[in-house]
């Protein structure tokens, strides 16, 4: 079992930066695959990075590519994503995700949510 918990959002204008924390609960953090996901208003959750249970391997949607960095400190039981450039067209409820050892990009893959943390971006 992983409790999640997400912090870091907020209102930012467009260029500015954010950085999210998501803390895990469980001794086994360091098996879980972690996904950030985002949902705007209206539209459908969708995925927007992932990071291997090393940390070795990460990937991102499109959309964020070269703006967003995910990163996990397993020491500390956490995942992060920076979010750089951010543009109004980011804003959303973001959450974190695990699933148990490899990476997958769809959220009905994942077995443990956070509650969200709500990011905007004004312009």
Do not use: H
Request: hydrophobic share 35%; net charge neutral.
């Amino acid at each position: 079992q992983v409790q999640l918990v997400e912090s870091g959002g907020g209102l930012v204008q467009a260029g500015g930066s954010l950085r999210l924390s998501c803390a895990a609960s469980g001794r086994t953090f360091s098996t879980y695959t972690m996904g950030w996901f985002r949902q705007a208003p209206g539209k459908e959750q969708e995925f927007v990075a992932v990071i291997s249970w090393s940390g070795g391997s990460t990937d991102y949607a499109d959309s964020v590519k070269g703006r967003f960095t995910i990163s996990r400190d397993n020491a500390k039981n956490a995942v992060y994503l920076q979010m750089n450039s951010l543009k109004p067209e980011d804003t959303a409820v973001y959450y974190c995700a695990a699933r148990y050892l490899g990476v997958k990009y769809t959220a009905a893959e994942y077995d443990y949510w956070g509650q969200g943390t709500q990011v905007t971006v004004s312009s």
